[in-house]
């Protein structure tokens, strides 16, 4: 059984007529008749009465005509379903971040996005690089956010590609250390026996800093330990103390920020996807947004000091 045999049989169902349902169809009357009887022969049955000047349905033709409509109805729906999802005037992306890019980076990238495919679902999950890793492979996500360089036997599986160098800063509720007027740099080692602000345990900025204070040769204090981001930047401004925090994420936080002194702390944000499964056109237009916004941000100036492409 074929959609163009079904879609003659509505036409002569219609019209009552084998010519003027072959003129309807644009093909020649004998081709039609032939497209029915074939039909016919599948189906064991007749599917119409014919007589001179008369052509009317027989019991199967009536029970294959409601079946026939419902056919070629869904037929022409999955057309446009799939037709609206090529030019993304529908469809759905899955998108990772790490929190601290989600308050940043993501926002402004999804906005833009937005405005040009309105028709687009839009999901975003936080986590941490290693779980964006294995969520990315299990194909729970379009596209994941991560920073690199990841661990985990999923990493290889994903095609990645280093987008940003971003500075790790300093920010407080007054100069660090006290002093009455801002500091152009601190050093790490001036960070011993100041308590942090520190984040929870999964957050890559909390293993950077960490990692830093003890290539300082010293293990840091904490004041209030294992909070969000929105937490972390609400108790410093409470005057709990500082906190290292990406840089992008200090630019908007309106607290004083202080990079560190070279050789600095810093971290590389990639874009990942599965290798094995091809991304739909939502996905690779959402990526395209994401490389125009940051190019365009570079060209303008607009990315905060000590953040740097790599595109």
């Known amino acids: 059984m074929q959609l163009q045999q079904l879609r003659y049989f509505l036409a002569?169902?219609?019209?009552?007529?084998?010519?003027?349902?072959?003129?309807?169809?644009?093909?020649a009357q004998p081709s039609l008749s032939q497209q029915i009887r074939s039909l016919e022969?599948?189906?064991?049955?007749?599917?119409?009465?014919?007589?001179?000047?008369?052509?009317?349905?027989?019991?199967?033709?009536?029970?294959?005509?409601?079946l026939a409509r419902r056919i070629l109805a869904d037929t022409e729906s999955a057309r446009l379903a799939v037709q609206e999802t090529v030019q993304l005037r529908r469809g759905r992306v899955r998108l990772g971040a790490p929190p601290s890019l989600c308050t940043s980076l993501v926002p402004d990238v999804l906005r833009v996005f937005r405005d040009r495919y309105p028709g687009v679902a839009l999901g975003v999950r936080e986590g941490g690089s290693r779980d964006l890793v294995r969520w990315l492979a299990a194909g729970e996500l379009d596209l994941a956010l991560i920073i690199t360089p990841t661990s985990g036997e999923a990493a290889p599986a994903l095609a990645v590609?280093?987008?940003?160098?971003?500075?790790?800063?300093?920010?407080?509720?007054?100069?660090?250390?006290?002093?009455?007027?801002?500091?152009?740099?601190?050093?790490v080692a001036e960070l011993d026996g100041r308590p942090l602000?520190?984040?929870?345990?999964?957050?890559?900025?909390?293993?950077?800093?960490?990692?830093?204070?003890?290539?300082?040769?010293f293990e840091p204090e904490f004041a209030v330990e294992g909070g969000e981001m929105d937490a972390v930047l609400g108790f410093v401004r409470a005057g709990l103390g500082p906190a290292v925090v990406p840089g992008?994420?200090?630019?908007?936080?309106?607290?004083?920020?202080?990079?560190?002194?070279?050789?600095?702390?810093?971290?590389?944000?990639?874009?990942?996807?599965?290798?094995?499964v091809p991304l739909t056109r939502a996905a690779e237009a959402l990526r395209a947004t994401l490389l125009e916004h940051l190019r365009d941000a570079a060209r303008s100036g607009e990315l905060p000091p000590g953040t740097r492409l790599l595109l």
Do not use: K, W
């Open 248 to 276: 992008m994420v200090a630019a908007r936080s309106g607290l004083a920020v202080t990079p560190f002194a070279g050789p600095g702390l810093g971290r590389t944000i990639a874009v990942a996807h599965g290798h094995e």
């Open 197 to 217: 602000v520190m984040f929870r345990e999964g957050y890559d900025v909390r293993e950077a800093a960490l990692a830093a204070c003890r290539a300082a040769g």
């Open 12 to 27: 002569v169902a219609e019209t009552r007529h084998f010519t003027r349902a072959a003129e309807a169809e644009h093909v």
């Open 161 to 187: 590609t280093e987008l940003l160098h971003e500075a790790l800063v300093l920010v407080s509720a007054e100069p660090p250390g006290g002093l009455q007027r801002p500091r152009r740099t601190v050093r």
């Open 41 to 66: 022969r599948e189906l064991g049955a007749e599917l119409f009465h014919r007589t001179r000047g008369n052509i009317a349905l027989t019991d199967a033709g009536d029970a294959l005509l409601p």
